[in-house]
């Protein structure tokens, strides 16, 4: 069981940067893969952004490509989601994740994958 808490969300205006961290806790050791997904009002949770945890291998979504950054800092137990160029588009909650098993298809990116899951943290991007 790994233990994930978000923090780093909040009220801002379109364009500016915000990074979210991730707080692992428990067998972390067993991690595998972590990722990024967000769920905004009334849709489903979708994936952001996520990263093969032992070698940082990141993989992103389409629509935050190029303005997303993915890493991890094993010594601290963390991963962050650096976010630039943000747009009114990215308000949602956004979630931590981890997965324990390895993949043979690569970075998963469907929700169900994942094992463990943070609570989340507001991201609002205001016009």
């Known amino acids: 069981q790994v233990d994930l808490v978000e923090s780093g969300g909040g009220l801002v205006q379109a364009g500016a940067s915000l990074r979210l961290s991730c707080t692992l806790s428990?067998?972390?050791?067993?991690?595998?893969?972590l990722g990024w997904f967000r769920q905004a009002p009334g849709k489903d949770r979708t994936f952001v952004a996520a990263l093969n945890w032992a070698y940082e291998t990141p993989y992103y979504a389409d629509s935050v490509k190029g303005r997303f950054t993915i890493s991890r800092d094993t010594d601290k137990n963390s991963a962050y989601l650096q976010m630039s160029s943000l747009k009114p588009e990215d308000t949602a909650v956004y979630f931590c994740?981890?997965?324990?098993?390895?993949?043979?298809?690569?970075?998963?990116?469907?929700?169900?994958?994942?094992?463990?899951w943070g609570q989340g943290t507001q991201v609002t991007v205001s016009s």
């Open positions: 428990g067998r972390t050791s067993s991690t595998h893969y």
């Open positions: 994740a981890a997965r324990t098993a390895q993949s043979e298809y690569g970075i998963p990116v469907a929700a169900v994958s994942y094992d463990s």
